[in-house]
């Protein structure tokens, strides 16, 4: 058997082809996947960047203010422990 597609005739070869084309709905979601994938690439190679500096930035304001308190104690506490301990 055989079939008709844009007035030209078919075997039963290209017929058989044609039945495993994606339906309409699939053709309609693949080119929207191809139409955003330009804008989705470049929107996370922006964001990527930013996020780390500002993991960065995060981390190292983090790491100031634990440093200067730790020293502050330290110091305070032998200080602070030694003149009591001669005073007494």
Same mark, same amino acid.
């Given at each position: 058997?055989?079939?008709?597609?844009?007035?030209?005739?078919?075997?039963?070869?290209?017929?058989?082809?044609?039945?495993?084309?994606?339906?309409?709905?699939? $053709? !309609?979601?693949?080119?929207? =996947?191809?139409?955003? *994938?330009?804008?989705? @690439? +470049? #929107?996370? $190679? !922006?964001?990527?960047?930013? =996020?780390?500096?500002? *993991?960065?930035?995060? @981390? +190292? #304001?983090?790491?100031?203010?634990?440093?200067? =308190?730790?020293?502050? *104690?330290?110091?305070?506490?032998?200080?602070?422990?030694?003149?009591?301990?001669?005073?007494?």
């Amino acid at each position: 058997r055989g079939g008709v597609m844009d007035g030209q005739a078919m075997d039963a070869a290209e017929v058989t082809k044609v039945s495993k084309w994606p339906s309409r709905d699939e $053709q !309609l979601s693949i080119l929207a =996947g191809q139409i955003m *994938s330009p804008g989705s @690439k +470049l #929107a996370s $190679q !922006l964001i990527g960047p930013g =996020g780390k500096l500002a *993991s960065q930035i995060k @981390k +190292l #304001a983090g790491d100031g203010e634990a440093g200067d =308190g730790e020293g502050g *104690s330290e110091t305070d506490g032998e200080t602070g422990g030694e003149p009591a301990a001669e005073t007494s």
